[in-house]
């Protein structure tokens, strides 16, 4: 299926950085509460994430990744997930965040 570029504008991807990573210890597969930065009009969010098997709580933190911001938030259990942060499975089908390979300033949308 094809989408026109109107369809794919309006999914607002932002860049945010990481700044608190806690655990959820709550969740059915190992997962982080994660809180991140996207500055400006947008400040803080935060997600749950399924990325325990190539990340630590100490590796995330000031980790610039991508995510959907114009999601209504979802429940996940006992905790509200008010963005979705992008990522791709790796051979094994664990996920590997999206982001940028160089710094660039919180809350810059993806064109």
């Known amino acids: 299926m094809t989408i026109s570029y109107d369809d794919f504008a309006k999914i607002d991807i932002r860049v945010g950085t990481i700044i608190a990573v806690d655990p959820f210890p709550e969740a059915r597969k190992p997962a982080f509460k994660l809180t991140v930065d996207f500055g400006g009009d947008i400040g803080t969010r935060r997600s ?3 990325i325990t098997d190539h ?7 000031g980790r610039q990744i991508l995510a959907v911001v114009n999601f209504p938030p979802k429940r996940i259990g006992p905790f509200t997930s008010e963005i979705l942060c992008l990522g791709v499975p790796d051979a094994d089908g664990a996920v590997v965040l999206v982001g ?3 710094a660039v300033p919180n809350g810059g949308r993806l064109f």
């Open 48 to 50: 749950s994430a399924q």
């Open 55 to 61: 990340y630590t709580a100490e590796s995330l933190v």
């Open 100 to 102: 940028p390979d160089q």
